[in-house]
């Protein structure tokens, strides 16, 4: 390859810079999608196991028909709008700490 | 007078028409194409052409990937199939909008970064492969094709129903020819602002008739209230007047309830083969179990299909920066979710009001109850209402449609054509040849649309989006999160993947429209037939475990400047990394 990776010894180009970046953008994702996934996954469990449960009726609406073709829209606008918001945040965190890295050499 | 015989024809083929719903119907089409020609004089370069030269607006952005998004499947599909199957039906419009989420999550952010025009450019850049980049167009081109067809269906139904005279493939043949001709004279630029139009739309046409039907009939509680759940003995709702339920349809306690007809065919068809006494011992073990897993696994395909849609993908490269990208992903999923709480109330609506549906078949079965459906009201009102949504059925397929054209096409005149056939091409003959493209895919698209009059929308659907929750998903994924995936480990994982659920794909729709008979087979091999129907469960993990292994075989690989692209990929934009790697890259570098 005529490309060799940057040379390490400024911030950004820094190997624990990219691990930093990287684990705690990971994080952030997996939490999110981890709250989301246990409702999205634990709905055909709990059809499954509690069946009787998820027949109860609320207003005419089946609990479980409620929660799926209702509550569920709105429970993901939260998640998305956590993440977006945290998400906003780190970058300009990460960003803050690469100009003062730079300043301070 | 030889004019006049020549009338005739078509006189009688107009005969039945109601006038309100042609109306409606004709005006979205003229609107729609008149806003393609308007645009295409605003776009001039081949720049323009492929991605609305990157400077679309958020709201913008979002109403046009949600009137994309919103397809035929969503706008009549799913309430034809809530009508048909109950309950197991909710997971598609909710996994249709919570694949977004995942898209945002690990998908969105980094890609946007990365910035290229197309998910092939994306290939090709991550691992330094212009071979890749000719495996990614072929999926670009597979993945299109599958999903054209529920939307070409939608267009025979709407069609059909329309003109009561019109054969279903006709319908497909006219819609298909007027937009593959808006495409070829319009380019993105143009689609861009016809599909956000066409977002609103579709919001109107399927949120109005609702009202007026709940405002007449009683409300969604209310209906589906009057079907009896299991350990019931009688609905609680008796106030809602329904019209006797026929043969075909499913009985209330197995359309309200989980594991219902959807989820639980294969198995019923398997004990229905067995001898009498040995069924109810086979539908115990078996039913629930199996169900589940189809239920795990059509979730899989419709959350992980989302994020790897090509025609999707592309649109967040005509955001300005990363941060409107999410914002543009945020208003995406509050558009497509409020409107995704609508389509059901239809097929609820429709398993009281219009019972007879359940024994038409093809496009006169459940999937036009969203058409239908409004004339109950009545008189005027209800050919208005009908109007409306025959005009929102319109703006669902020929959104989608026109996206996927454009996608498709792109991938065509941009990388076969301008990268493969013709290097050296320049930008007019590239323009010329996105126009020639449109028409051949356009034609082929009608061609496969006509051969699927008896398969559900939502179903074809489902099966493109296993083919790429099983391909690009897991190539995107991995190829933004891990380093040490090789271009081998990619495409193996890839073409295992996706290779896997299109045979499955395949399969599946040649038993089922009677091109190859598997009914016996599939009867006595029930899980077969689950996971061939709905093979993401499996061929995800196996695309996965193909790229981990592969990769680590081939590990010495890893393209040497694995941690500059990393960087591009996840360093915030403000940092002006792109700028360098892009410098870094200029030599021969062909970006």
Known sequence: ?105 | MNSLSLLAPALAFLGGVDPWIFTFAFITVVVTIGMGFWSAKQSKTASDFFVAGRSVSVGWNASAISGEYLSAASFMGIAGMVMASGYDVLWYPVCYACGYLFLLLFIAGPLRRFGAYTIPDFAEGRYDSPLFRKIAVCFVLFIGFVYTMPQMKGAGVTLAYIFPGMPYWGGVALVGAVITLNVSLGGMKGITLVQAFQYWIKMFAISVPVFVLMAVFGFYNGHLGANAAPGETAAPTTEIARKPLVEKAPPDTKWIAPFGPLTTKAVGAAAAKLPAEQRAAFLAEHQKPYSLLYTYSLIIALVCGTAGLPHILVRFYTNPDGGAAKRTTMWVMILIGVFYVFPPIFGVLGRNLAPDLYTGVGAKGTDKVVLELPRAVGGVLGSIMSGITCAGAFAAFMSTFSGLLVSMTGAFAHDIYGRMLRPNARPAEKLFMFKIGAIVIGAIAIVLGSQVETLQINFMVNQAFAIAASSYFPLLFMSVWWRGMTMTGAATGMLGGGLAALACTGTIILGDIGKVNLADFWAYHPLLRILAEQPAIWTMPLSIILMVVVSKATAPSVPADIRMKMLVLHAPEQLGLKQEYIEEHAPGAGH
């Open chain 1, 1 to 105: 390859m005529s490309h060799p990776n940057p040379p390490a010894d400024d911030a950004v180009h820094s190997e624990s810079f990219l691990r930093s970046l990287m684990r705690r953008q990971l994080a952030l994702s997996t939490t999110c999608a981890a709250t989301f996934l246990a409702v999205l996954l634990g709905m055909p469990l709990l059809n499954y196991f509690a069946p009787a449960l998820m027949a109860t009726r609320v207003g005419g609406f089946t609990l479980s028909w409620l929660i799926l073709g209702v509550l569920f829209f709105p429970f993901v606008w939260v998640i998305s709008w956590l993440f977006i918001q945290r998400s906003i945040a780190l970058e300009n965190e990460e960003v803050a700490a690469v100009r003062k890295a730079k300043e301070a050499r």
